[in-house]
């Protein structure tokens, strides 16, 4: 089975950091892009960061210069660490990888969303 799961939620403080871990697994080709979108109550799914092998990372102006989004190609791995964390940024967070799956082709795979909750 092909999936991605995310790890590292939580409560914190404004101004306080997270660390957000995504990992993949099953019989994987390949893997191309990987990135994070949130959700929060009310609002539409938002791209927060992605990034592809070689490429630069792309983030929404809302989190530059406080999120960093890495990857670690050999544990296929996606984490996005969030510093200065401000009570907007409370929301849903969801993983994706667009992946080459054996059997499957290549499609957009999503985790099933982990919560982050920033308030005092």
């Known amino acids: 089975q092909v999936q991605v799961v995310e790890s590292g939620g939580g409560l914190v403080q404004p101004g306080g950091s997270l660390r957000l871990s995504c990992a993949a697994s099953?019989?994987?080709?390949?893997?191309?892009?990987m990135g994070w979108y949130r959700q929060a109550p009310g609002k539409q799914r938002e791209l927060v960061a992605t990034?592809?092998?070689?490429?630069?990372?792309n983030y929404a102006d809302s989190v530059k210069g406080r999120f960093s989004i890495s990857r670690d190609n050999a544990k296929k791995t996606v984490y996005l660490q969030m510093n200065s964390l401000k009570p907007e940024d409370t929301a849903v967070y969801y993983c994706y990888a667009d992946m080459n799956a054996v059997g499957r082709g290549r499609s957009n795979y999503w985790g099933q969303g982990t919560q982050v909750t920033v308030s005092s």
């Open positions: 990034t592809i092998p070689g490429g630069s990372p």
């Open positions: 099953g019989s994987i080709f390949s893997i191309y892009a």
